[in-house]
């Protein structure tokens, strides 16, 4: 069984490295604040103080943090991923980042002996917690292979993209189409309650036609509830907003649309709600029109 080092015992980190755990792998984790990682050691794993020591005692590391800075600084910053990996080693980013980001990370991975593959998810906390996220995987044909059950104790679907830095494209075209998605239904629901009609009786109509989407219906109700316990908190929605004008940007792909739904979640940071669930978008509209 290989032995799997984990960095990033986040919302989607932690439950993603004990589904890897409870497969049987021998894991080892690090995390930048400590107390995180306090369960893992209480049940005996090991807990690494730093990504190099980390890595030097493993055969696959796992990478799940917040942004290309967090990934760039424990893959190449002090004490970092590459100071103790062992040639062969593959590692593998899960968080979402820009396609620069993750093809620089392939790069330094590689020129110090290593192997990478690119492996955002798309799913939020509960399916991270049961296992059932869809993990968009890129590399070599070999390296995804020789990782993918690994992927399959986190994931219920392997979707295939293509080489490093496809799946990091895929996962922002799918967090461009949810932004868009979330900011919609909030404006949808505005007018639904500025008509004066019934908000449940919206999300039924929605549910009944083409429309039907199970994202509506979930986080539909959550906004009509104003329930807003974080999932997917605004502040990485709007980064991922960035990654995506960011990136589309740099192909003259114009995405006026995203530009405006990056916008709305900016207002609603500027609110108070950055560390709230992505449904706290309503929150922009519900001020805005009382
Ligand atoms: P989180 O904020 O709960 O955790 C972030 C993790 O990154 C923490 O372990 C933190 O210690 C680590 N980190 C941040 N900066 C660091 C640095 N400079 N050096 C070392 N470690 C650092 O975030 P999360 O919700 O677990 O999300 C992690 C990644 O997964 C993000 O890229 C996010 O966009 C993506 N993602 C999140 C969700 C979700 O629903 N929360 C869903 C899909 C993808």
Redesign the pocket.
Same mark, same amino acid.
């Given at each position: 069984m290989q032995s799997i080092g984990f960095?990033? !015992?986040?919302?989607?980190? +932690?439950p993603m490295a004990w589904n890897i755990h409870k497969a049987g792998y021998r894991l080892s984790v690090y995390?930048?604040?400590p107390a995180?990682a306090q369960p893992f050691r209480d049940a005996g794993m090991e807990v690494a103080a730093t990504?190099a020591a980390l890595a030097a005692d493993a055969d696959v590391v796992v990478i @799940?943090?917040? /942004?290309p +800075? +967090?990934l760039h600084?424990?893959i190449a910053?002090t004490d970092g991923v590459v100071d103790g990996l062992k040639a062969g080693t593959t590692v593998i980013n @899960? &968080?979402?980042?820009s396609p620069d980001a993750s093809l620089e990370a392939a790069g330094i991975v590689q020129e110090h002996g290593g192997r990478f593959v690119d492996a955002?998810? &798309?799913?939020?906390?509960k399916p +991270?917690e049961e296992g059932t !996220?869809v993990v968009l995987a890129g590399g070599a044909r070999e390296d995804l292979e020789a990782v993918a059950p690994l992927l399959e104790t986190m994931g219920r679907q392997v979707v295939y993209c293509g080489g490093i830095g496809d799946a990091t494209r895929m996962?922002l075209v799918l967090n461009l189409l949810l932004g868009g998605m979330m900011e919609l239904l909030a404006e949808a629901l505005a007018l639904g309650k500025g008509f004066g009609l019934d908000g449940a009786a919206i999300l039924n109509a929605v549910a009944a036609g083409p429309l039907g989407a199970p994202l509506y219906a979930m986080k539909g109700e959550a906004m009509l509830a104003g329930r807003f316990a &974080?999932?997917?908190?605004v502040e !990485?929605m709007f980064? /991922?907003m960035n990654l995506v004008l960011q990136a589309a940007g740099q192909l003259a792909v114009p995405l006026p649309a995203t530009a405006a739904v990056r916008e709305s979640f900016n207002a609603a940071r500027a609110l108070g709600y950055g560390d709230e669930d992505m449904a706290a978008v309503i929150q922009v509209f519900n001020k805005l029109s009382g």
């Amino acid at each position: 069984m290989q032995s799997i080092g984990f960095i990033g !015992l986040g919302n989607m980190g +932690a439950p993603m490295a004990w589904n890897i755990h409870k497969a049987g792998y021998r894991l080892s984790v690090y995390n930048r604040t400590p107390a995180r990682a306090q369960p893992f050691r209480d049940a005996g794993m090991e807990v690494a103080a730093t990504p190099a020591a980390l890595a030097a005692d493993a055969d696959v590391v796992v990478i @799940m943090v917040t /942004d290309p +800075a +967090a990934l760039h600084g424990v893959i190449a910053g002090t004490d970092g991923v590459v100071d103790g990996l062992k040639a062969g080693t593959t590692v593998i980013n @899960m &968080s979402t980042v820009s396609p620069d980001a993750s093809l620089e990370a392939a790069g330094i991975v590689q020129e110090h002996g290593g192997r990478f593959v690119d492996a955002p998810v &798309s799913g939020t906390v509960k399916p +991270a917690e049961e296992g059932t !996220l869809v993990v968009l995987a890129g590399g070599a044909r070999e390296d995804l292979e020789a990782v993918a059950p690994l992927l399959e104790t986190m994931g219920r679907q392997v979707v295939y993209c293509g080489g490093i830095g496809d799946a990091t494209r895929m996962k922002l075209v799918l967090n461009l189409l949810l932004g868009g998605m979330m900011e919609l239904l909030a404006e949808a629901l505005a007018l639904g309650k500025g008509f004066g009609l019934d908000g449940a009786a919206i999300l039924n109509a929605v549910a009944a036609g083409p429309l039907g989407a199970p994202l509506y219906a979930m986080k539909g109700e959550a906004m009509l509830a104003g329930r807003f316990a &974080s999932q997917f908190p605004v502040e !990485l929605m709007f980064k /991922d907003m960035n990654l995506v004008l960011q990136a589309a940007g740099q192909l003259a792909v114009p995405l006026p649309a995203t530009a405006a739904v990056r916008e709305s979640f900016n207002a609603a940071r500027a609110l108070g709600y950055g560390d709230e669930d992505m449904a706290a978008v309503i929150q922009v509209f519900n001020k805005l029109s009382g």
